[in-house]
Structure formats: structure tokens, C-alpha cells
């Protein structure tokens, strides 16, 4: 029926590989389904990093939609506005021109000097299969992908039997990793350390969120990846966007005279959740003398959230 061989193989992954010297670790965020919260999580790992003292470049490979542009743009204009000193990463948007020589120019061209000057590039992929998302996968050091956690988006990674909850067969995404790790392993590069990330977890122990644990441990186990716990649905997480914030740059009280409310229990929950997921992906520490000195801040109002 397909040619998909999940049976281990040198482009898997077994740990983490240790850091290549002068080069920076690339982290590809990729999922061919929109809405997963790829932009939300990009951001909110880059400034994890750059919180750590570390060399954060950010590029947008979905230029078109630019979600996570607009998310570093309206950072950057959130702190020109409160005269305040965010960290910042190195971004950039490659364009899709529907050449694939082109894109792959603009890419190398975005990516090449990145890796070389920074500690951690972080690359943002479309909710779609495009030449410029295939070629992203190629170059991932580590590969997280978000997953909404409901059937309808691991259907991406696995066709699973309804009565049994049984794998079926690998399903297009999984299938499109695999040829990229393939590819990178031919060019013998590193292996890719692949984590799924269950998102919007609920908080109740339902009968979905169980089945759904089950079913991912089984196609963990045979394609190869490891699974991580993502983000909860929280109205915060949508409100920061607009100034550019993450969980990481707020604190409690104000500075400069301006105050706000003090961070709320689910704040502190949802920050705790971003500590995790940054732990849980294991990255490499950059290498010693090349970082800049750890970021600060002035501590900013927290927004009115909904939880």
C-alpha cells in the first residue's frame, strides 16, 4: 500500500545529540494543520531562551498568514511604547514564490547566517505541506509538533480503527517525517529528535483525553518520537498576542509607576506549563562563552485575563 518502514534506523533519534561547534540548534516547529498553536509555542520558547542568556534567531516560513512575525513586530512595538528592554531575537520571513529554487535560496539565505551567529534558531512552518516546510524538516535538529489533543488532528499522524483504537497505518504527516529524516540522514546529518507536544489538554480525566494518551503511546513506540505535554486552552495565552508578551516577561505588580493586578493562579499555572514543555525538549546548552548575558526586564503590568 506505501513504502513506510517505521523500524528504527539511524535518522531516529535515540537521545539527544550533543551540540555541533559554531553551529547553531535548529528547532523546527511543524505541523501540516493550522490552529495547533505553532506561532503561541514558537514564541514563547524563543523567549524562554533568550531569558537564559542564549542567542535566539526566529524565522516565519508562513510569511503569507505571519502570525508569528506579527507576534515579534508587536513586540517589538510593545516595548518601544513602554520604553522597556525585551529581549528580542533575530527575525526574519521568507516569502513562498512557488519556484522551489527560489524558496530555497530565500531559506538558505534566511537560515545560513542564523545558524551561524546565533545559539538556537527557531523555525515556524505553515499549517500546510509546502516546499518550504519540507525543507524546514530537513534542517530540524529537533522537531516539535504541536497536536490539538483530539482525533481529528492525530488523524494527520495515524489512521486509527474507531472499535479498537488500534493503529491502522502512519498517516501523511508522519509519512512526510519520515522521508525528511531519511533525506537528512543521507546527507549525514544528525539525527532528529521528534516530540510530539499534546496541546490543550483538558483538565478533566474524560474518556477522549485517556484514549488519545493510549493511542499516541502506541505511535510513539513505532515511528519514533517522543511525546511531551503542551499548553492549556487559556484566554491568556490569545490576549498577549496582541502586545507581544509571553507568560515568561510577566511578573507580578508594575514598574515605573504603572501597577496591575496581581498574576493569577492560572498565570502562574500556565507559566509553570511553558517552564515544563522548554524542559521537557532537552536542548543543548549553547556553548560556553558564546552567550550573550542572560535578559532583564522591568517587571510590566499583567493584562486582565480570563484565566
Known amino acids: 500500500m506505501n513504502d513506510f518502514r517505521p523500524a528504527a534506523n539511524p535518522s531516529i533519534a535515540q537521545a539527544q545529540a550533543a551540540r555541533t561547534p559554531g553551529r547553531a540548534h535548529v528547532l523546527v516547529i511543524g505541523n501540516e494543520k493550522g490552529g495547533s498553536g505553532k506561532s503561541t509555542t514558537a514564541m514563547h520558547i524563543a523567549v524562554s531562551l533568550l531569558g537564559d542568556g542564549a542567542k535566539v534567531a526566529t524565522i516565519d516560513l508562513d510569511a503569507r498568514q505571519g ?3 506579527r507576534y515579534v513586530e508587536n513586540r517589538a512595538a510593545y516595548a518601544a511604547r513602554k520604553e522597556l528592554a525585551l529581549p528580542m531575537p533575530v ?12 524558496e530555497k535560496a530565500r531559506f538558505e539565505a534566511a537560515l545560513e547566517p542564523a545558524v551561524t551567529t546565533a ?3 527557531i523555525v515556524d512552518t505553515p499549517g500546510s505541506d509546502t516546499h518550504l516546510s519540507r525543507l524546514a524538516h530537513t534542517w530540524a535538529d529537533t522537531l516539535l509538533t504541536p497536536l490539538n489533543d ?8 495515524a489512521r486509527i480503527d474507531p472499535e479498537t483504537l488500534k493503529i491502522v497505518r502512519p498517516s501523511v504527516y508522519a509519512e512526510a517525517v519520515w522521508k525528511q529524516r531519511q533525506i537528512r540522514s543521507m546527507q549525514g546529518a544528525r539525527p532528529v529528535d521528534w516530540i510530539v507536544m499534546r496541546n490543550r489538554l483538558s483538565s478533566l480525566a474524560a474518556r477522549n483525553k485517556r484514549d488519545m494518551g493510549t493511542v499516541i503511546d ?10 511531551a505535554r503542551g499548553l492549556s486552552e487559556r484566554v491568556i495565552y490569545r490576549e498577549l498576542f496582541l502586545s507581544g508578551l509571553t507568560l515568561l516577561d510577566l511578573k507580578r505588580g ?7 493586578p496581581s498574576m493569577t493562579m492560572s498565570h502562574v499555572a500556565a507559566r509553570q506549563e511553558v517552564r515544563d514543555l522548554v524542559s521537557a525538549l532537552n536542548l543543548p546548552p ?16 499583567v493584562p486582565q485575563a480570563g484565566g
Open 119 to 121: 545559539d538556537f534558531v
Open 286 to 301: 549553547p556553548a560556553p562563552g558564546t552567550s550573550a548575558a542572560p535578559a532583564t526586564s522591568p517587571a510590566m503590568p
Open 67 to 69: 502570525t508569528f512575525t
Open 91 to 102: 527575525h526574519a520571513a521568507v516569502q513562498a514564490s512557488g519556484d522551489s529554487a527560489d
Open 218 to 227: 502506541a505511535l510513539a513506540k513505532r515511528i519514533g518520537f517522543r511525546t
Open 254 to 260: 508594575g514598574a515605573g509607576g504603572n501597577t496591575g
Open 150 to 157: 483530539s482525533f481529528i488532528d492525530l488523524d494527520l499522524l
